[in-house]
C-alpha cells in the first residue's frame, strides 16, 4: 500500500480515487485497517496540510472548525467554549484524551459510525460541512451530510474541509447527555441533545431534540418538536415529546443495550435532556467577539 503525504490540500485532492483513503488522524482508520474492513491502494495523508486545523469565530457566519482540529483542540478552545460551551463539553466526552488528541473533528464526522458523540449535537446545531474537490467547494448541511450505516454525502475525490456552526443558534439553551452502557470511555448508547429557544414570557419559539447512537444516523422527529412551539414547556407537554420520540424510534441493538432497552432510554433521556437544557443547559454568547 502506497501512503502519501501531500503537504497542500490542491496536492491531497489530485491524488484522490476510488483506490485511495484519506487519513487523518488514524484513530478509525487504522482500526478498520487492522480488522480488513478496507484494503485500500493508497493512503493519502492529511497530517502534512498546514491551515486546516484553525479555529475561529466569525460574526454573521458563527463557528468554523477546520477540519484537521483534533477533537482535544476543539474540546479546549476558547472561542468553542465562549460561544457553544455544550459543544466544547461533548467534544470532551469523546473517547480519552489520547484519542482526542490524534482524534480530528473531521475523521470523526466522515467516519459516519453511528455511535458517535459530535454529530448528535452539531446535527442539533444545524451545522454545515464543507466538502472540496479538485472542481470546487460545496456546502451541505449535516442533516443530508449522513446518509446511512459509516455512510455520507462524501465523494471519493472530496476532502471534508471545514465544519461551520450557524450563530443564530448559540443563543438558545442547550444540553447534551451521553449515556453509556460501559466503561466511561465507550461509545454512547444513546445520546440526546436538546436545543431550547424560550422567550423571556417562558413560551417556547423553538425546540429541537436530536438522539444520537439509535440508528444510523442521528434522529429527530419535527412534529414533535413542532408540538412546543408557542407552547411553556410544562411536565405534561416534555412528557408527551419524551414518548413520542421512543415509540417512533426504530432502534438497532448492539453490545451497549437491545432495540426494547433503546427505547425505554430514549423516553428518559429525551424528557432528562430538555429539563437540562431549560433548568441549567449552557447558552452560548451569540455575540462575535473574534479569535
Ligand atoms: C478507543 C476509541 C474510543 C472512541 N470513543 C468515541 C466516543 O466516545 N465518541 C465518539 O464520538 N467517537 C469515539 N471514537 C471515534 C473517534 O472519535 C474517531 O475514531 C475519530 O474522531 C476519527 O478521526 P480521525 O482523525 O482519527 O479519522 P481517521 O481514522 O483518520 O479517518 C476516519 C475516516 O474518515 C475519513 N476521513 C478522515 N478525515 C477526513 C476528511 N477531512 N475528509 C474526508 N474524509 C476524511 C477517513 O478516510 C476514514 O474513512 C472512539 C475511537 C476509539 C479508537
Known amino acids: 500500500m502506497d501512503i502519501l503525504e501531500p503537504t497542500s490540500l490542491e496536492e491531497a485532492l489530485a491524488a484522490l480515487g476510488d483506490d485511495s483513503k484519506l487519513i487523518a488522524g488514524g484513530t478509525a482508520l487504522v482500526l478498520m485497517l487492522k480488522n480488513r474492513l478496507i484494503s485500500p491502494e493508497r493512503l493519502v495523508s492529511l497530517g502534512r496540510i498546514g491551515g486546516l486545523d484553525g479555529i475561529r469565530w466569525e460574526a454573521g457566519t458563527g463557528l468554523h472548525i477546520g477540519a484537521l482540529a483534533t477533537i482535544r483542540q476543539a474540546e479546549t478552545s476558547p472561542v468553542v467554549r465562549e460561544h457553544f460551551p455544550e459543544l466544547a463539553r461533548t467534544f470532551g466526552q469523546v473517547a480519552n484524551v489520547r484519542v482526542r488528541n490524534a482524534a480530528t473533528v473531521g475523521g470523526n464526522l466522515s467516519e459516519a459510525d453511528y455511535a458517535s458523540d459530535p454529530p448528535c449535537v452539531l446535527t442539533g446545531l444545524r451545522a454545515r460541512v464543507v466538502l472540496q474537490s479538485q472542481h470546487g467547494s460545496r456546502e451541505i448541511p449535516l442533516t443530508e451530510f449522513f446518509r446511512d450505516f459509516y455512510e455520507t454525502?462524501?465523494?471519493s475525490?472530496?476532502?471534508?474541509?471545514?465544519?461551520?456552526?450557524?450563530?443564530?443558534?448559540?443563543?438558545?439553551?442547550?444540553?447534551?447527555?451521553k449515556y453509556v452502557t460501559r466503561s466511561s470511555e465507550d461509545r454512547p448508547c444513546i445520546g440526546t441533545f436538546a436545543w431550547a429557544d424560550v422567550g423571556e414570557d417562558g413560551v417556547c419559539r423553538e425546540l429541537r431534540v436530536t438522539l444520537g447512537a439509535v440508528a444510523e444516523?442521528?434522529?429527530e422527529f419535527g412534529e414533535a418538536e413542532a408540538?412546543?412551539?408557542?407552547?411553556?414547556?410544562?411536565?405534561?407537554?416534555?412528557r408527551h415529546i419524551a414518548s413520542h420520540y421512543a415509540e417512533h424510534i426504530d432502534p438497532l441493538s448492539d453490545m451497549r443495550g437491545s432495540a426494547w432497552y433503546r427505547k425505554q432510554m430514549a423516553e428518559v433521556?429525551?424528557?432528562?435532556?430538555?429539563?437540562?437544557?431549560?433548568?441549567?443547559?449552557?447558552?452560548g454568547s451569540g455575540l462575535g467577539s473574534g479569535d
Open 227 to 238: 408540538s412546543a412551539t408557542g407552547e411553556r414547556l410544562s411536565d405534561d407537554l416534555i
Open 217 to 219: 444516523k442521528p434522529q
Open 153 to 155: 454525502a462524501l465523494a
Open 157 to 177: 475525490d472530496e476532502v471534508l474541509t471545514e465544519v461551520i456552526v450557524p450563530e443564530s443558534s448559540a443563543g438558545a439553551r442547550q444540553a447534551y447527555i
Open 269 to 283: 433521556f429525551v424528557r432528562r435532556a430538555i429539563q437540562l437544557a431549560l433548568e441549567t443547559g449552557s447558552r
